[in-house]
């Protein structure tokens, strides 16, 4: 992933993070979320670098179904090891 970023605020990382990867939020079922859910945790101009971030992380994975990602430190045991990522 080609990030052009420089992160002068190691907090800022940290919080945005920390606002998707919570077990607070009612957004992220199953270890998957929606784009749409995604403006209940960041403004809309800044979802798409946000997950841009997180998947330069590993820890956000986009589905080949536009629109879901998944975030991997948020599946429930059952699902870790099997997840189709073609859905």
Known sequence: IDLDIVV???Q???D???ALITFQNKWVKNGEVLRS???HVWKEDQIDENM???KAFDMAIPK???GKWIIPCMLN???KG???FSK
């Open 8 to 10: 002068l605020e190691l």
């Open 12 to 14: 800022w990382l940290a």
């Open 16 to 18: 945005m993070f920390k």
């Open 37 to 39: 859910d995604l403006v």
């Open 52 to 54: 841009k971030l997180l």
């Open 64 to 66: 080949i179904e536009e």
């Open 77 to 79: 045991e059952k699902r």
């Open 82 to 84: 099997a997840v189709d």
